[in-house]
């Protein structure tokens, strides 16, 4: 199956922003999805995950509270709400697919392509 993450875009410091990541050819009941990010010139970053056949979440200690995820299931769809955004949450997001909420990017599959996310004046 494969996943996409959309809805990146330029927003101002404080400002909220909502990305979605879709799924093809599976249910996402089924895995566990995590949401990564990559700043320019640094390692991939866990930031949250959703495992909801568990009715799980977790969030990154530099998210939490400030970020949301849930899932659509009319959209079939795994959310990340994004408030109180700072300039450094700008990075590329990636969604991808687990067994489990893992931290390690390296347990996840199903990468999709990125999403731009721009916290700026």
């Known amino acids: 199956f494969q996943l996409q993450a959309s809805g990146g875009g330029l927003v101002q410091p404080g400002g909220s922003l909502r990305v979605s990541c879709a799924a093809s050819g599976i249910n996402l009941d089924y895995p566990a999805i995590g949401w990564f990010r990559q700043a320019p010139g640094k390692e991939r970053e866990w930031v949250s995950c959703?495992?909801?056949?568990?009715?799980?979440?977790r969030y990154a200690d530099s998210v939490r509270g400030r970020f949301t995820i849930s899932r659509d299931y009319a959209k079939n769809t795994i959310n990340l709400q994004m408030n109180s955004l700072k300039p450094e949450d700008t990075a590329v997001y990636y969604c991808a697919a687990a067994g489990a909420c893992y931290h390690h990017d390296y347990l996840y599959t199903s990468w999709g392509q990125g999403t731009l996310v721009t916290v700026s004046s």
């Open positions: 959703i495992f909801p056949r568990l009715n799980t979440t």
